[in-house]
């Protein structure tokens, strides 16, 4: 592992949940407003955040299952609490709105603009059966956990969402 | 972000469930004893935990809605598992008295004893519209997103609840 | 606490969710395997993933009832979502299996080979009636939050799971 600490943070996104998933973009954009080198990983629940709505062709039945119960891309996360069939979604949608708060998927937009580098959790991606090119990005790197603690070690703030 | 780690911890609070609220303040305040400046940062459901009873006025019926679903104050957290309306609650709380380990409320006062920062998220206040004079403190400290890094980025340890 | 950053992660295991518990052996093993020397404490709900079959005897009747109410070992760990009365847990253990992925059990195995600290939270024992004799290892530490401060201040890495 690295030895001086730098200007870095670095998140794993376990999560799908929208509350938690928006919280992760939050403090990451905010890092990287700052300045900060940010790297968020998405692993398990948190990769549904980074997917697009196709679901690729070549899937056995039990990737095609998982592809079913999993929400198709950012836009399909619920809340962890109170998410009542997505009316609880649809509630804290519009309050964010009504005060002028950036949604999940501009939180998104605005982290890619802001080169914060997100990475996709290769062993998740292969267990749960999601393709690369089924990422919003199809040139999004892909990595293991190896790459995920290097990048840790190194920095500041390191928060598991 | 600064640039020498000193003796602080940074935690952000977005849990409101009662079992994880209470292993943030046990860290905290444990932190706390062993001479750490420790800032504890609440957002989304963690502000319940900093609320008190009192519902002000002037709430439109979004606010008002959110006001009566989530928990009125620290007492009404529930566990993140085995619930069971109330039950798993009632539970815990007599095994952790019986065992003399000090309930939620008893360690929230002993962090404002300690001298732990209390800080309230601005933006989930307003997401949620929850106002000043309903946190537990009238004078408490609310604050971005971006105060929350540059402590977190000079701090030992920091962790997401 | 301690003054200068080592090779260390620390990790506290709170939640006893199956695919949360398994992120943080992932996260565990690989980084010992990078020569990282890693402590994971098990607190609350975590602590069913250190615990084995055995229920011992000279339990009180909450204490008995607790028992009964947690998985009895880290087989029984459920899914954080989608768990479906198990199903979820059945098809996540299929997809590892046949992607070649360690299950669960194996990883703790190999969390123990690779020399990992595993230490249990003495007052989550003490209030979930939690004998050390119901560990899967009788040796296995018992310590409290300061000693996992002191640790966790002196890592590169700390997170809360």
Known sequence: MADEKSDKMSMIVFSGDMDKVMAGF?????????????????????????KKNAISDGKNIMEKMMGWMLPKNIR????????????????????????KVASLPELLET??????????????MDVMGIKQEELIDPDMPVAGVASFLENASDSKVSLFI
Request: proline share 0%; glycine share 14%.
């Open 26 to 50: 939050i403090l990451a954009t905010g890092a990287a407003a700052m300045g900060t080198d940010v790297t968020m990983f998405f692993t398990f629940w948190g990769l549904s955040a980074i």
């Open 111 to 124: 982290a890619r603009e802001l080169g914060i580098k997100l990475v996709a959790c290769k062993m998740s």
């Open 76 to 99: 399909g996360l619920g809340l962890s609490k109170m998410n009542m069939g997505g009316m609880g979604r649809w509630m804290m949608n519009r309050m964010m709105k009504s005060k």
